[in-house]
């Protein structure tokens, strides 16, 4: 990621810098800074004051089983709805890329889930998946019971794994086709030539080549499933039933914002932070650094 | 294509076909659900085929959900966060990918890290830097004395106040802070060959130049790009909203609305009536993305080919 | 803003005009948030647009939150970022973090010092106490109070031929005789009703939630739930629900107990009285129904339940004018006709003594569609407030709401055993309580 070719200046980039870095100071540290100093302290939620708690609220969120339940389920959520939704995109944007007759207007529709408001989405999903009404409760009439997100955890952690990952093939299918169309005809024009099968060429010659998106992708993706998955959940199950849809910035919300716990949540905020710059540090240094940018 | 394999191209068609059932599913059932009356939509099964009281279904929500102000104000939220967005973005990341100097990985990490803790879980002391965006500086003044110091000198009582709630500025700044944006264009200005740098550097030319000559040009069609995902992002934005605009009547959002539109606990479960209102506040960024899919597309395609 | 010179009388108190000095100036406004949605929420817009009818010095600016706790957690940050409306409308689970925040005025003396008198002792007693300090001043303003009762299927119960069940014994023969006549559904659960299930069920069988008096001995009390009558009830909900009597009804599983029963899918819930008028309205035409006081097991020595519903409370650092208008509205809303217009349209009870008697005397309740209604009244006055009836005053106790409910669900869904789901329960509901203690600590309970 180093450039040769730079300028010299050391007024210039600051100047350049100063509207979004003081946006972002602004509303983004100072507030982050103000909840980070309640994760020492035990908050009073409406605002009368606070002591010292030093690393006990840390104990007291290291020390809940359930607690650690909710961060394997956040990483199974990622890894599960991240894979669903590249490996669906990258499929769709291989066969896309072959750019048959009559499938320019279907590569246009496969876009369409990006645009969708995820608690839009939610509503959707929600009614499509509500065992008693709609369309599963055609299924559930004949198998009584045999789908159930309001009750049964992991049908419900299904439920929303599977509309997130409909949610980001929109997106995801935009960055793979615009990479492999951005793969040079002659490469592939090589590949043919040395009587390479389509199917072979997808693997070895298109696969790597579009590796820095993919790592672009991936990225995005984790941190939107950490993110972005607050409209769903917040929409379809409410981190239902009995906490199997609760994920680490679910109950962050639940516990701070709803439980008036404001300085357990503030604890956890900063495990969350931790562990996110971790990751993505972890794939800047190694990743980035490893895949070669053409 | 290259060459033509047959059995290649029917799995390719197949394929598709499946992608688009699959993608296109939850729409047709929203639209479906949409046109159908109270005791369709409550049928079960469902019916799959689109009925005929979408129209009143459109005005019933509509009405209820007020959405004529509602669009609108989304409207001025997304064109606010877009435009903010593709401008300060493009001079932070041009900043962090072209020049030599202290402080660029710092400031490159400052930047990035906003990413990775969704406004969710700060929401609170958030909301109370949005109803005085001006008090860091305060609390600054208060804390190097100086307030106390211009008190005791000229009398004057320094009191910073800026109220952003229920005002377009406090829906718009917050969503301009984000790292989206400069992460794109960092993206794409990694690609730009060190030559096109050199050789703008031999003409003698400075960095703004460069900028404004070489870069700008260069980065049209990304700019659209970004303009679509921040219009998108905008528009679909939820939860901030709601929190901010206790003043609904003038400035809430339509995805807001959402919320109005979903049967209410005791209320009749008409979900053709949610699932209209869903429809119209999923139009416009629909619309955004299919128009502006091929400069979508290519803008995110790198051009160093 | 201007000064209003206002020369109010306890006359405010009977007549719904306030007089006052020709104002020359735009009224003072005054904001007012509450928690109440759809077809609730109309009627309090209704009762705003009255008050600033009736008067010119003030106009009442009234939004909806949606729900009590959204409510409760936007007007808590914008009270820290001192945006707080004048009037916020809090719920029975968010009570005891704003009596300890300091952050109200107290409504006693709000009305004494804008000269309102007022019969305290007029309140309802049960409805006092929850609001009110140790001494008995009230803090906040009595608003929407209700109670949970039972509604039945009056032609479901004729089919089975069944008089009303009174005791928790009927009610389980009328479910299986229901099942037998070929209902799907006779009683409709919502684990996320522990406010009917378990908080009235244990004031009524006069147990206690919490050591203290449920809490409101001092912010040591510690939750005892696990131990008492509450777990045979568990243990009898779960054995229904195994056999298909009570059925899963929630928004979660697509529709809603109170739904499930306008709609004649289930036979029999328990809801708020409040719902007494929504049911009114949307109950299909095809559905007879009535209602009775809460079941208690057989040889109970019945208590009286305990009130729900919402209160007003008064925010601090407004300016005096606001606060007038705040006493203004608060005399408005107590005056007769606007607290038996408010009962007659929604539901919820009228919260003063002499506003039911009045009522009762005009014959209100005798016949439908209002006939039941005072059910709600006999069974928050059943008997006078004990140690766990006067109500429910822990820390965060929206979270240990959360806790039951899941431990509820997970006794339902999981198989999870009675006792080890309520223990549960009760440790982390502990844990709450102990943060919360610690949160506060040396504060001392108003």
């Given at each position: 990621?180093?450039?040769?070719?730079?300028?010299?200046?050391?007024?210039?980039?600051?100047?350049?810098?100063?509207?979004?870095?003081?946006?972002?100071?602004?509303?983004?540290?100072?507030?982050?800074?103000?909840?980070?100093?309640?994760?020492?302290?035990?908050?009073q939620p409406w605002g009368g004051g606070n002591s010292w708690a030093g690393v006990d609220n840390f104990l007291a969120v290291f020390a809940d089983d359930r607690y650690w339940t909710t961060v394997l389920r956040s990483g199974f959520y990622a890894v599960v709805s991240t894979a669903l939704s590249m490996a669906g995109a990258l499929i769709l944007a291989l066969f896309a890329d072959r750019a048959l007759k009559g499938t320019g207007l279907i590569k246009g529709i496969f876009i369409w889930p990006y645009a969708i408001a995820a608690p839009a989405a939610g509503v959707a999903f929600r009614f499509m998946f509500s065992p008693e009404a709609g369309l599963i409760g055609a299924i559930n009439k004949l198998w009584p019971g045999i789908w159930d997100p309001s009750t049964i955890g992991w049908h419900a952690l299904l439920m929303v794994i599977v509309c997130h990952a409909w949610l980001g093939i929109g997106y995801n299918f935009v960055f793979f086709l615009a990479a492999l169309q951005g793969i040079p005809r002659s490469l592939t024009e090589a590949g043919a030539m040395d009587g390479a099968r389509p199917f072979r060429r997808m693997l070895d010659l298109q696969l790597p080549l579009i590796a820095p998106t993919t790592f672009f992708?991936?990225?995005?993706?984790?941190?939107?499933?950490?993110?972005?998955?607050?409209?769903?959940?917040?929409?379809m199950t409410e981190g239902g039933p009995i906490g199997a849809t609760t994920v680490m910035v679910y109950k962050i919300y639940f516990d701070g914002f709803k439980g008036l716990d404001y300085s357990g949540a503030a604890a956890q905020s900063i495990v969350l932070m931790i562990i996110v710059i971790a990751l993505t540090f972890i794939q800047f240094k190694w990743v980035e650094r490893k895949i070669h940018y053409s | 294509m290259i060459e033509r394999s047959r059995t290649f191209d029917t799995v390719t068609y197949f394929v598709m076909a499946v992608g688009l059932i699959v993608v296109i599913a939850p729409f047709w059932v929203v639209l479906v659900a949409g046109s159908q009356s109270l005791q369709e939509v409550s049928r079960i099964p469902i019916s799959l085929w689109p009925s005929n009281h979408l129209m009143e279904n459109l005005s019933e929500a509509w009405r209820r959900a007020d959405l004529g102000p509602k669009l609108l104000n989304s409207l001025i939220v997304a064109v606010g966060v877009t435009s903010g967005k593709i401008v300060l973005a493009a001079l932070s990341a041009f900043a962090i990918v072209f020049f030599d100097f202290r402080g660029r990985m710092l400031s490159f990490w400052l930047i990035f890290i906003t990413l990775m803790l969704p406004l969710e879980v700060r929401i609170v002391p958030t909301y109370s830097i949005a109803a005085n965006a001006l008090s860091p500086f305060q609390t600054i003044l208060d804390t190097l004395g100086i307030t106390g110091l211009v008190q005791s000198l000229t009398g004057i009582q320094i009191g910073l106040s800026w109220n952003l709630l229920n005002s377009y500025p406090g829906m718009i700044l917050p969503l301009i802070a984000t790292a989206t944006g400069t992460f794109l264009y960092r993206q794409f200005f990694m690609t730009i060959p060190d030559e096109l740098v050199e050789a703008s550097k031999m003409d003698g030319s400075g960095p703004i130049r460069f900028f404004t000559d070489v870069l700008i040009p260069l980065s049209r069609t990304n700019m659209l790009a970004l303009a679509t995902i921040m219009f998108v992002y905008s528009w679909n934005q939820y939860l901030w909203p709601l929190l901010i605009t206790t003043d609904?009547?003038?400035?809430?959002?339509?995805?807001?609305?959402?919320?109005?539109?979903i049967p209410a606990q005791n209320g009749t479960p008409d979900w053709n009536v949610t699932m209209a209102g869903a429809l119209i506040i999923m139009l416009p960024p629909l619309l955004v993305v299919a128009f502006m899919q091929r400069w979508f597309v290519r803008g995110l395609v790198s051009t160093d080919k | 803003m201007k000064r209003h010179w206002l020369s109010v009388t306890a006359l405010a108190l009977t007549s719904t005009a306030l007089v006052s000095a020709p104002a020359l100036a735009a009224p003072t406004k005054f904001e007012f948030w509450y928690g109440l949605s759809g077809d609730l929420s109309e009627k309090v817009q209704q009762m705003c647009k009255d008050f600033n009818a009736s008067q010119t010095d003030f106009e009442i600016v009234c939004?909806?939150?949606?729900?009590?706790?959204?409510?409760?957690?936007?007007?808590?940050?914008?009270?820290?970022?001192?945006?707080?409306?004048?009037?916020?409308?809090?719920?029975?689970?968010?009570?005891?973090?704003?009596?300890?925040?300091?952050?109200y005025m107290p409504v006693r003396q709000l009305m004494e010092e804008n000269g309102y008198k007022i019969d305290w002792s007029n309140y309802f007693s049960g409805i006092a106490s929850y609001f009110s300090t140790s001494k008995g001043e009230l803090l906040s303003m009595p608003f929407n109070s209700s109670t949970a009762v039972i509604y039945y299927n009056t032609d479901a119960l004729a089919k089975i031929g069944q008089p009303l069940p009174q005791t928790w014994e009927e009610v389980e023969t009328a479910a299986r005789a229901m099942k037998a006549a070929g209902y799907d559904c006779p009683v409709a659960f919502d684990p996320t009703g522990v406010w009917q299930w378990f908080e009235q069920f244990s004031a009524i069988h006069n147990q206690p939630i919490a050591t203290n008096g449920n809490g409101f001995g001092g912010l040591n009390a510690e939750l005892v739930f696990n131990r008492g009558k509450f777990v045979d009830q568990l243990t009898w909900i779960k054995k229904m629900y195994d056999e298909g009597l009570f059925v899963h009804k929630s928004k979660a599983a697509g529709e809603t107990a109170n739904d499930a029963f306008e709609h004649g899918h289930c036979q029999i819930t328990s809801s708020s009285v409040a719902d007494h008028g929504t049911f009114s309205k949307l109950a299909d035409p095809t559905v007879h129904w009535t209602n009775t006081m809460l079941p208690v097991w057989a040889g109970t020595d019945r208590k009286n339940s305990l009130v729900g519903g919402a209160s007003l409370w008064t925010l601090k650092g407004k300016s005096p004018e606001e606060y007038k208008g705040a006493a203004a509205f608060y005399a408005f809303i107590a005056t007769p006709?606007?607290?038996?217009?408010?009962?007659?349209?929604?539901?919820?009870?009228?919260?003063?003594?002499?506003?039911?008697?009045?009522?009762?005397?005009?014959?209100?309740?005798?016949?439908?569609?209002?006939?039941?209604?005072?059910?709600?009244?006999?069974?928050?006055t059943f008997t006078p407030p004990t140690e766990n009836t006067r109500g429910i005053r822990l820390g965060n106790y929206v979270q240990i709401r959360k806790e039951v409910g899941d431990a509820i669900?997970?006794?339902?869904?999981?198989?999870?055993?009675?006792?080890?789901?309520?223990?549960?329960?009760?440790?982390?509901?502990?844990?709450?309580?102990?943060?919360?203690?610690?949160?506060?600590?040396?504060?001392?309970?108003?």
């Amino acid at each position: 990621m180093e450039r040769r070719a730079y300028y010299r200046k050391n007024s210039l980039p600051w100047l350049l810098l100063a509207p979004q870095l003081l946006l972002v100071l602004i509303f983004f540290y100072w507030p982050t800074t103000q909840a980070l100093y309640w994760a020492f302290t035990l908050e009073q939620p409406w605002g009368g004051g606070n002591s010292w708690a030093g690393v006990d609220n840390f104990l007291a969120v290291f020390a809940d089983d359930r607690y650690w339940t909710t961060v394997l389920r956040s990483g199974f959520y990622a890894v599960v709805s991240t894979a669903l939704s590249m490996a669906g995109a990258l499929i769709l944007a291989l066969f896309a890329d072959r750019a048959l007759k009559g499938t320019g207007l279907i590569k246009g529709i496969f876009i369409w889930p990006y645009a969708i408001a995820a608690p839009a989405a939610g509503v959707a999903f929600r009614f499509m998946f509500s065992p008693e009404a709609g369309l599963i409760g055609a299924i559930n009439k004949l198998w009584p019971g045999i789908w159930d997100p309001s009750t049964i955890g992991w049908h419900a952690l299904l439920m929303v794994i599977v509309c997130h990952a409909w949610l980001g093939i929109g997106y995801n299918f935009v960055f793979f086709l615009a990479a492999l169309q951005g793969i040079p005809r002659s490469l592939t024009e090589a590949g043919a030539m040395d009587g390479a099968r389509p199917f072979r060429r997808m693997l070895d010659l298109q696969l790597p080549l579009i590796a820095p998106t993919t790592f672009f992708l991936f990225i995005i993706n984790i941190i939107s499933s950490f993110t972005d998955s607050f409209g769903l959940i917040d929409t379809m199950t409410e981190g239902g039933p009995i906490g199997a849809t609760t994920v680490m910035v679910y109950k962050i919300y639940f516990d701070g914002f709803k439980g008036l716990d404001y300085s357990g949540a503030a604890a956890q905020s900063i495990v969350l932070m931790i562990i996110v710059i971790a990751l993505t540090f972890i794939q800047f240094k190694w990743v980035e650094r490893k895949i070669h940018y053409s | 294509m290259i060459e033509r394999s047959r059995t290649f191209d029917t799995v390719t068609y197949f394929v598709m076909a499946v992608g688009l059932i699959v993608v296109i599913a939850p729409f047709w059932v929203v639209l479906v659900a949409g046109s159908q009356s109270l005791q369709e939509v409550s049928r079960i099964p469902i019916s799959l085929w689109p009925s005929n009281h979408l129209m009143e279904n459109l005005s019933e929500a509509w009405r209820r959900a007020d959405l004529g102000p509602k669009l609108l104000n989304s409207l001025i939220v997304a064109v606010g966060v877009t435009s903010g967005k593709i401008v300060l973005a493009a001079l932070s990341a041009f900043a962090i990918v072209f020049f030599d100097f202290r402080g660029r990985m710092l400031s490159f990490w400052l930047i990035f890290i906003t990413l990775m803790l969704p406004l969710e879980v700060r929401i609170v002391p958030t909301y109370s830097i949005a109803a005085n965006a001006l008090s860091p500086f305060q609390t600054i003044l208060d804390t190097l004395g100086i307030t106390g110091l211009v008190q005791s000198l000229t009398g004057i009582q320094i009191g910073l106040s800026w109220n952003l709630l229920n005002s377009y500025p406090g829906m718009i700044l917050p969503l301009i802070a984000t790292a989206t944006g400069t992460f794109l264009y960092r993206q794409f200005f990694m690609t730009i060959p060190d030559e096109l740098v050199e050789a703008s550097k031999m003409d003698g030319s400075g960095p703004i130049r460069f900028f404004t000559d070489v870069l700008i040009p260069l980065s049209r069609t990304n700019m659209l790009a970004l303009a679509t995902i921040m219009f998108v992002y905008s528009w679909n934005q939820y939860l901030w909203p709601l929190l901010i605009t206790t003043d609904r009547a003038h400035y809430g959002t339509a995805v807001m609305q959402l919320k109005a539109l979903i049967p209410a606990q005791n209320g009749t479960p008409d979900w053709n009536v949610t699932m209209a209102g869903a429809l119209i506040i999923m139009l416009p960024p629909l619309l955004v993305v299919a128009f502006m899919q091929r400069w979508f597309v290519r803008g995110l395609v790198s051009t160093d080919k | 803003m201007k000064r209003h010179w206002l020369s109010v009388t306890a006359l405010a108190l009977t007549s719904t005009a306030l007089v006052s000095a020709p104002a020359l100036a735009a009224p003072t406004k005054f904001e007012f948030w509450y928690g109440l949605s759809g077809d609730l929420s109309e009627k309090v817009q209704q009762m705003c647009k009255d008050f600033n009818a009736s008067q010119t010095d003030f106009e009442i600016v009234c939004t909806s939150q949606d729900d009590y706790d959204t409510n409760l957690q936007n007007t808590i940050a914008a009270y820290r970022a001192d945006k707080q409306p004048t009037i916020a409308q809090i719920h029975d689970a968010g009570t005891l973090d704003l009596m300890l925040s300091g952050a109200y005025m107290p409504v006693r003396q709000l009305m004494e010092e804008n000269g309102y008198k007022i019969d305290w002792s007029n309140y309802f007693s049960g409805i006092a106490s929850y609001f009110s300090t140790s001494k008995g001043e009230l803090l906040s303003m009595p608003f929407n109070s209700s109670t949970a009762v039972i509604y039945y299927n009056t032609d479901a119960l004729a089919k089975i031929g069944q008089p009303l069940p009174q005791t928790w014994e009927e009610v389980e023969t009328a479910a299986r005789a229901m099942k037998a006549a070929g209902y799907d559904c006779p009683v409709a659960f919502d684990p996320t009703g522990v406010w009917q299930w378990f908080e009235q069920f244990s004031a009524i069988h006069n147990q206690p939630i919490a050591t203290n008096g449920n809490g409101f001995g001092g912010l040591n009390a510690e939750l005892v739930f696990n131990r008492g009558k509450f777990v045979d009830q568990l243990t009898w909900i779960k054995k229904m629900y195994d056999e298909g009597l009570f059925v899963h009804k929630s928004k979660a599983a697509g529709e809603t107990a109170n739904d499930a029963f306008e709609h004649g899918h289930c036979q029999i819930t328990s809801s708020s009285v409040a719902d007494h008028g929504t049911f009114s309205k949307l109950a299909d035409p095809t559905v007879h129904w009535t209602n009775t006081m809460l079941p208690v097991w057989a040889g109970t020595d019945r208590k009286n339940s305990l009130v729900g519903g919402a209160s007003l409370w008064t925010l601090k650092g407004k300016s005096p004018e606001e606060y007038k208008g705040a006493a203004a509205f608060y005399a408005f809303i107590a005056t007769p006709k606007q607290a038996e217009w408010w009962s007659t349209v929604t539901g919820y009870i009228p919260v003063t003594n002499t506003g039911f008697e009045a009522m009762k005397a005009k014959g209100f309740y005798d016949a439908a569609p209002y006939k039941g209604r005072e059910l709600a009244i006999q069974s928050l006055t059943f008997t006078p407030p004990t140690e766990n009836t006067r109500g429910i005053r822990l820390g965060n106790y929206v979270q240990i709401r959360k806790e039951v409910g899941d431990a509820i669900a997970a006794v339902l869904f999981n198989n999870v055993p009675v006792q080890e789901a309520l223990d549960t329960a009760v440790e982390h509901g502990n844990a709450v309580l102990r943060k919360f203690e610690k949160t506060y600590q040396g504060a001392q309970l108003p």
